[in-house]
């Protein structure tokens, strides 16, 4: 069973989230104490955390900071009051949330978005375990970058690059399509998959986090590319 992980300081939320996610036979993890939540974040290895902003003392920012900074790619869901403003939705993303989700927010719409996340990561709702197969393996490298698509992880001379979900399945669609440019409305719909409301600032700032991690040259970037006024791309031959 899928273990969802709720850190909201509100009870009444958490409760309220918990119980529709258990009509849905989901297993939650509830904290209404941003420390304890993240404790919970690390002891127990969630497949999805749906995570409030505004906390006393240690914010939900501070906490997908810190989570981020030691290496977990869980989805986070933001569920925040502070409103459905660009910049908020832009400051999360780029520092490391999956989705942004803005109080009072519609049941449904949140149950669906951890079903899309947990499919993403490849969860079998089935076998109730990530899936991943030979048979589906798919594997970029060229002896400095590794793109695991099985795995869903890139890795830099052997080392983990740590990305994100969504950095990872930005990653993941470049190299995939490598040689066409694709413009930023395609990626935020073939990328983000629902109907996102931020604007294409959002891709840009998701790359330029992937880059920051995959790059192996900051001035001079060899996997993702910009073709300036049209979108990124993946070179189709390396060298």
């Given amino acids: 069973m899928a273990k969802i992980l709720i850190v909201d300081d509100d009870a009444s939320i958490v409760s309220a989230i918990a119980d529709n996610l258990r009509t849905y036979s989901f297993d939650t993890i509830t904290a209404t104490d941003s420390r304890e939540g993240f404790k919970a974040a690390v002891a127990e290895n969630p497949d999805v955390i749906i995570l409030d902003w505004m906390m006393p003392g240690y914010n939900g920012l501070q906490f997908m900071q810190d989570f981020r900074s030691e290496g977990f790619t869980?989805?986070?869901i933001f569920l925040t009051g502070k409103g459905?403003?660009?910049?908020?939705?832009v400051e999360a993303l780029?520092?490391?949330a999956d989705y942004f989700m803005s109080k009072p927010y519609n049941p449904s719409v949140l149950i669906e978005t951890v079903r899309t996340l947990m499919r993403r990561s490849g969860y079998d709702a089935d076998t109730s375990a990530k899936t991943g197969t030979g048979a589906n393996r798919h594997i970029y490298s060229d002896g400095e970058l590794i793109i695991d698509c099985d795995a869903m992880q890139a890795f830099k001379h052997e080392e983990s690059c740590n990305l994100t979900n969504r950095e990872f399945q930005l990653l993941q669609y470049l190299e995939e399509n490598k040689g066409r440019v694709c413009p930023r409305p395609e990626l935020l719909k073939q990328v983000w998959k629902y109907d996102f409301l931020g604007d294409e600032r959002t891709v840009d700032v998701t790359i330029k986090r992937t880059r920051q991690k995959i790059e192996p040259d900051q001035k001079n970037f060899k996997y993702i590319l910009t073709r300036r006024?049209?979108?990124?791309?993946?070179?189709?031959d390396l060298t």
Avoid: A
């Fill in 229 to 236: 006024g049209f979108g990124y791309f993946f070179p189709k």
């Fill in 94 to 96: 780029r520092d490391g």
């Fill in 84 to 89: 459905d403003l660009p910049e908020y939705q």
């Fill in 74 to 76: 869980t989805p986070i």
